[in-house]
């Protein structure tokens, strides 16, 4: 599992979430970094939190360096957990997947891990691929649930 945060700056490839100003506030959340061996490809994901500072409220977003990434609006996440819940499931996927398939083993996904009807922590995990195409080993890293901010 890696540990959250930006890294060293002199890192220039390393994803970021955007530059704060006076109407949005961005908080880095957690960081994983994966290499496809087969593609020689370096995957990075990063999820942040955007905060609006005009009162429009917040979500988590995760960028990616090379697939698409996802939006997590808190009232989804809401809905979403208490159905997961409901079916007895420990989490859900949300935003970008890639499941594996027999001619590729690459998988990708977000996972919001809930308790108790609430999303409490979120997980980007990417299992890709060693030089001759099997699957390599699991990375995951993950961050709790962002609270609601405290009121202007």
């Not at 957690?30 to 370096?42: F, H, I, K, T």
């Not at 995957?43 to 500072?53: D, G, I, N, P």
């Not at 499941?99 to 809930?114: G, Y």
Request: proline share 9%; net charge positive.
């Amino acid at each position: 599992m890696q540990t959250p945060g930006l890294g060293p700056p002199q890192d220039p490839a390393r994803l970021r979430p955007p530059l704060s100003d006076r109407w949005t506030r961005y908080d880095a959340l957690v960081y994983l970094e994966a290499n496809d061996l087969a593609s020689s490809e370096a995957h990075a994901f990063l999820a942040y939190r955007e905060t609006s500072l005009m009162g429009a409220g917040w979500r988590v977003r995760v960028r990616s360096r090379l697939t698409a990434g996802g939006v997590f609006e808190p009232a989804a996440m809401a809905q979403q957990a208490q159905g997961a819940t409901a079916r007895g499931e420990q989490s859900f996927v949300w935003g970008y997947q890639r499941l594996p398939r027999a001619a590729d083993a690459r998988h990708i996904e977000f996972r919001v891990h809930v308790d108790a009807g609430r999303p409490v922590r979120l997980e980007l995990y990417a299992r890709l691929r060693q030089a001759d195409g099997s699957p390599a080993s699991a990375r995951s890293a993950s961050c709790d649930w962002p609270a609601d901010p405290p009121g202007p």
